[in-house]
């Protein structure tokens, strides 16, 4: 962000300062040790969702340069083409889907090269994975659109719908994290301090506008204000979480703080991704369970 905003405003005098959890995460295979999952995320668990029979959740979070960048499963999936649309026509300018389309295209570099879809020329990589797929993956596939599914083979292209494969956020068989792809071409510039080992607690607020942030560090509560913006970034629940600290959100959900604005709709509309993960172990694939069991989530029911 801070190497694209730089290039955007063509200002080299602008000094930013970003705060993080955690040092990085420099390889896959380590990111996958249970001691460093615990280091390098916030384990959160839900609330109990009577859509999932009163199951809580793992939301775990990534804590560690890049963000859940760093931790989570790669998959490049953007968001639906009509939330873009209704966010528009509720008022948003500018966020309508071909409002957005340029940017997705302008921050990808697709192994399949530029289309009117995919970006040729941008710092985060994109990658196909048919060769290196298992051939079970291909037959899975194959018994979906026998069952009657459409067949994608871009979930980012015209449509979302249908069975086929993801692609996801590498490069040359590396993650490419948002701090790979971002800020790492922007480590040498003078003007760019990292803080890692740091918590924000707040965001500075005085008439009603963010002149900094308060965080925290080896147990010691710093300060730094900002000259012309802060930008908000720690991901879909620490930063509603930061603003509500911050006394920005619901009048009701902040009784005991004086809040500076209150516009529910802003932070309590999460739209929540449910993903299934249905392991099997058989000598005998013939003797596996019919794949079109159904499941109920959020009280609809689906075949998986």
């Known amino acids: 962000m801070i190497n694209s905003l730089q290039n955007l405003i063509k200002v080299s ?12 995460i420099t390889s896959a295979k380590d990111s996958w040790i249970l001691e460093q999952v615990k280091v390098s995320t916030t384990q959160f668990i839900s609330e109990p969702d009577e859509g999932i029979g009163g199951r809580a959740s793992y939301w775990p979070r990534g804590k ?3 963000g859940s960048s760093s931790i989570n499963a790669m998959v490049y999936i953007r968001g639906h083409q009509g939330d ?3 966010w528009e026509a509720m008022g948003n300018t500018g966020w309508g889907w071909n409002d957005v389309l340029p940017y997705f295209k302008k921050a990808e570099t697709s192994d399949q090269g530029e289309d009117e879809w995919h970006g040729g020329e941008g710092p985060l990589h994109v990658t196909t994975l048919d060769r290196d797929l298992h051939p079970l993956c291909q037959n899975y596939i194959r018994a979906g659109v026998e069952c009657g599914l459409d067949y ?4 980012n292209g015209v449509g979302m719908e249908g069975v086929g494969l993801y692609r996801n956020t590498s490069k040359g068989g590396f993650r490419m994290s948002a701090a790979r792809a971002y800020l790492h071409p922007a480590n040498k510039r003078h003007n760019l301090t990292v803080m890692t080992n740091a918590h924000s607690t707040r965001i500075l607020i005085e008439d009603k506008k963010a002149v900094g942030v308060e965080y925290v560090r080896h147990g010691e509560t710093h300060q730094v204000t900002a000259a012309r913006e802060v930008i908000v ?3 879909a629940v620490n930063s509603p979480q930061l603003l509500q600290l911050s006394g920005v959100g619901p009048a009701g959900l902040l009784k005991r703080l004086q809040p500076y604005d209150c516009n529910p709709p802003v932070f309590l509309q ?7 993960i249905v392991p099997a172990r058989s000598h005998d694939l013939k003797a596996l369970p019919h794949p079109a069991r159904t499941v109920r989530v ?7």
């Open 233 to 235: 970034s720690a991901g």
């Open 298 to 304: 959020n009280h609809q029911w689906h075949h998986v």
């Open 13 to 24: 005098e602008i000094e930013w300062i970003v705060v993080d959890g955690n040092s990085e």
């Open 64 to 66: 560690v340069i890049g």
């Open 152 to 155: 994608n083979d871009d979930f």
């Open 84 to 86: 873009f649309d209704d």
């Open 270 to 276: 999460l739209n929540v991704k449910c993903v299934l």
